[in-house]
T-cell receptor, first 118, second 114 residues
């Protein structure tokens, strides 16, 4: 059974710092890994999606890397801003047979609650 | 472009009352659809998923049920709510095969059972 762990559970940093959020998973047979952001009381917003064949993805100040063999992904946030304050979740999707009809369920980590102080 | 709508945004219901939460997807066909619940201070728990009309799979035994009467409509229901049904409910979709583009989530429904 896939298990996803995110470290740290909470992080508080001053504005402007570069920071790294960690995600680890126990089963390396994944199809892709997705990073989400969740603001309090809101739904999940997709940030970056990394396919199993990729090493990293970048979007603006965000960079996500994937080391499938070691079961790790990191989300790097450059020059953090107070608006980056949110909970960040990573989720992995298992490798599937294209004919499988299991719905390709995601397994989520518990999230890292980030606070960026002005 | 694809969009996902979920309503209502908040709901306060008494114990024992029925529940109906609705989710619709636009701009795609034959999506995989999912209902997740997020309890306070906990991660996301997959409740139901559907790969087609009338096809529902349940992940955990519970007081809830799901239905998919149309290709892009997913409904979460209960006949009698329990206090433990309180939580944040999220609907999501992914493409029917491959999910190369990942999951997209709705804005969520905050359910409080009193």
């Amino acid at each position: 059974k896939q298990e996803v762990t995110q470290i740290p559970a909470a992080l508080s940093v001053p504005e402007g710092e570069n920071l790294v959020l960690n995600c680890s998973f126990t089963d390396s047979a994944i199809y892709n890994l997705q990073w989400f952001r969740q603001d309090p009381g809101k739904g999940l917003t997709s940030l970056l999606l990394i396919q199993s064949s990729q090493r990293e993805q970048t979007s603006g100040r965000l960079n996500a890397s994937l080391d499938k063999s070691s079961g790790r992904s990191t989300l790097y946030i450059a020059a953090s801003q107070p608006g980056d304050s949110a909970t960040y979740l990573c989720a992995v999707r298992p490798s599937i047979n294209p004919q499988e009809t299991s719905g390709s369920r995601l397994t989520f980590g518990e999230g890292t609650q980030l606070t960026v102080n002005p | 472009s694809q969009t996902i709508h979920q309503w209502p945004a908040t709901l306060v219901q008494p114990v024992g009352s029925p529940l109906s939460l609705e989710c619709t997807v636009e701009g795609t066909s034959n999506p995989n659809l999912y209902w997740y619940r997020q309890a306070a201070g906990r991660g996301l728990q997959l409740l139901f998923y559907s790969v087609g009309i009338g096809q529902i799979s349940s992940e955990v035994p519970q007081n809830l049920s799901a239905s998919r009467p149309q290709d892009r409509q997913f409904i979460l229901s209960s006949k009698k709510l329990l206090l433990s049904d309180s939580g944040f409910y999220l609907c999501a979709w992914s493409s029917g095969t491959g999910s190369f583009y990942g999951y997209t989530f709705g804005s969520g429904t905050r359910l409080t059972v009193v």
